[in-house]
C-alpha cells in the first residue's frame, strides 16, 4: 500500500489503513484494488517465462524455478498487505503463508509434469493456466483475513458484490452469513469464476442471538 496509509491494528474487523492526509479509512474495497493492481503486474513475468520455454531458450526446470519464485513472492505479498506491511508479519503470518505456499508448489510440480511428459500442449493454454498460480494470491488474503477475525471473536463472514461480471456462486453467497470455515461457503478465488473473482468479505458477531456486522 502507498506510504501515506498508515496501518490501524484494532480498526474494523482485523485491522485498517488509514490515509495520513485526510484521516479517513481507507474502503475495503480500495484495499481488494491494490491488490489486484499487484496481481495483475505479476502476470507479466509469468508471459516472459512462457515465452521463454515455449521458444526453447529455458528448461522444464528453468520454468518452474522461475515460477516458484512469483508464487512465493505474490502469497507472502498478498498476506503481508492484509496486515498491514512486512513489519506487522508475525511467526503465524509466515507459518500461515509457509502451508499455502507449498500446497501451491505441489500443484506446480504437477503441471511441470504435464509439461515435460508432452501431456500438456504449450500453446496459449501455458500462459492461462500460469496465471492462476500467480491470481490465487486473492485467495490467501481472504484466509489470512478469516484467521484474524476468528482471533478477534468474529465468527461469521458474508461476501459482497462489487463491480464485476459475477458467477452464479458469487450471486449465492452474497450477503448471506456463513459461520467461517462452514464447507458450504467458498472464498473469493474458489468459486466458479476463480482467480477473476473482485467480492469481498464482511465479517460478523453473535449479540444475543443475532448476527452483527463489525466490517471489512
Given at each position: 500500500m502507498p506510504s501515506r496509509f498508515i496501518w490501524?491494528?484494532?480498526?474494523g474487523a482485523?485491522?485498517?489503513?488509514?490515509?495520513?492526509?485526510?484521516?479517513?479509512?481507507?474502503s475495503g474495497k480500495a484495499v481488494r484494488d491494490e491488490l489486484d493492481n499487484f496481481l495483475d503486474n505479476s502476470t507479466d513475468p509469468t508471459k516472459t517465462l512462457a515465452?521463454?520455454?515455449r521458444e526453447g531458450g529455458a528448461s522444464v526446470r528453468d520454468w518452474e524455478t522461475g515460477m516458484r519464485r512469483l508464487v512465493k513472492n505474490t502469497h507472502l505479498t498478498a498476506i503481508a498487505e492484509e496486515r498491514g506491511g512486512w513489519a506487522n508479519m508475525t511467526q503465524a503470518d509466515?507459518?500461515?503463508?509457509?502451508?499455502?505456499?507449498?500446497?501451491?508448489?505441489?500443484?506446480?510440480?504437477?503441471?511441470a509434469g504435464e509439461i515435460a511428459s508432452g501431456e500438456f500442449v504449450l500453446d496459449g493454454r501455458l500462459e492461462a493456466r500460469s496465471n492462476l498460480y500467480v491470481k490465487a494470491g486473492r485467495e490467501s488474503f481472504y484466509k489470512s483475513k478469516q484467521a484474524h477475525a476468528i482471533a478477534n471473536d468474529l465468527g461469521f463472514v458474508k461476501s459482497k458484490l462489487n463491480p464485476a461480471d459475477h458467477c452464479d456462486e458469487c450471486v449465492k453467497f452474497n450477503g448471506v452469513w456463513y459461520e467461517i470455515g462452514d464447507s458450504a461457503y467458498k472464498l473469493p478465488g474458489q468459486r466458479q469464476c476463480l482467480a477473476n473473482c473482485k467480492c469481498t468479505e464482511i465479517y460478523g458477531t453473535m449479540v444475543a442471538?443475532?448476527?452483527?456486522?463489525?466490517?471489512?
Open positions: 490501524q491494528p484494532n480498526a482485523t485491522g485498517r489503513y488509514r490515509d495520513k492526509v485526510t484521516g479517513r479509512f481507507v515465452d521463454s520455454l509466515f507459518g500461515r503463508a509457509g502451508q499455502i505456499i507449498r500446497e501451491q508448489y505441489g500443484y506446480l510440480n504437477d503441471f442471538g443475532v448476527i452483527v456486522e463489525v466490517g471489512a
